[in-house]
């Protein structure tokens, strides 16, 4: 169980600050409840039992493993390629759900590599594809803001730049 003041991931819904735990009666049950806000949702508010087992949640990477994935970004291993659209759609909705750190960063690696290719060809990437990053971005840069305790727009800078110096040995 998680405490006040946690901050945790919430399925895609990236990361939370849990501002409280309440007992609540919905439709005649009694529960115990997360009160959270989305740190990159002004005045939201999400609320789900602390024993809800359809939503992933779990905390927030430690700061070790925040510089350790943000030197994964640097890996030029060959990535997955998945050219069914419809695969690739189901794929990257799951790994977006489950917000591991890890499987962001490849999303993020696999659509920028693709991004180079398509440019060098003359061609643009799919408004599809475009959502996708964005959203891995997002959650990716989110959790490892409140990991680093730095802002958002820094994290962003700093990965931004790895990925742009990634393409000059591309």
Known sequence: MFKKGDYIIYSCRGVCLIKDIKEKTIENKKNMYYIMHPVNIKNSIIM???DN????????MKKEKAEDII???LDNSDLPRITDKKMRE???NK?????NPSELVEIINALNEEENEKRAEGRKKSATD???????????FTELSVSLGVGFEQIKQRVESILQEKLKYC
């Open 48 to 50: 789900t039992p602390v």
């Open 90 to 92: 189901r794929v990257y």
């Open 53 to 60: 087992e359809k939503v992933k949640m779990r905390k927030v």
């Open 95 to 99: 790994m977006l759900k489950e917000g």
């Open 71 to 73: 030197d994964t970004l």
């Open 130 to 140: 475009e959502k996708y990053l964005e959203k891995a971005k997002e959650l990716l």
